[in-house]
């Protein structure tokens, strides 16, 4: 786990040790098993931008080393387009888009996807303003019948208070629920 002075850390106790080292032992415990598949849930939250890097190729190495797979949750879109192979982006408990990472994050095929990109801050937006996405999600508790997100989307439209949109794939390997997408049902 490339942990500095492992031997001495052993004797440790957790205040004294970094954000970074915490996390680091963490996934040690995690990984001690030889997990074949780890769900690693916001690892690399709270951590500053060097160690969040240094935690991620760290990750994506011993993935690649234990022939494990990962399912890595996080509200990081540039995480998630730095560590995964497939996104699936969820909204109110559902998954609203699914698909290879490179192709989600050039070209979102649903508007929530499309507002997250669009609010979050990459190379080549110097001067330019960051979207927003308007209202609230929902609550859970009382979901609304058609479409989570159509109280929020400048595309809805009457159909999608109707129920919740079926999954449309408009390519192979690419799904995302929205009436406004082209493709099989």
Do not use: N
Request: with cysteine; glycine share 10%.
């Amino acid at each position: 786990m490339q942990i500095p002075s492992a031997r001495r850390r052993l004797d440790a106790y957790p205040h004294e040790l970094s954000g970074g080292l915490r996390q680091r032992a963490m996934i040690a415990v995690a990984l001690a098993c030889r997990p074949k598949l780890l769900l690693a849930d916001e690892p690399t939250t709270a951590l500053d931008a060097t160690v969040q890097i240094q935690v991620l190729l760290l990750l994506r190495s011993l993935q690649e080393q234990l022939g494990m797979g990962v399912i890595f949750v996080t509200h990081d879109l540039g995480v998630a387009g730095e560590i995964a192979d497939r996104v699936a982006v969820m909204y109110a408990g559902k998954v609203v888009e699914e698909g290879p990472v490179g192709a989600m994050m050039a070209a979102p095929l649903h508007p929530y996807p499309r507002g997250l990109l669009g609010a979050t801050v990459h190379a080549g937006l110097r001067g330019q303003r960051l979207t927003t996405i308007p209202g609230a999600p929902p609550g859970l508790e009382t979901l609304p019948t058609g479409c989570a997100f159509a109280p929020r989307c400048s595309l809805a439209e009457p159909a999608c208070l109707d129920g919740v949109p079926a999954p449309r794939r408009p390519v192979p390997g690419r799904m995302a629920r929205c009436i406004k997408v082209a493709g099989a049902a």
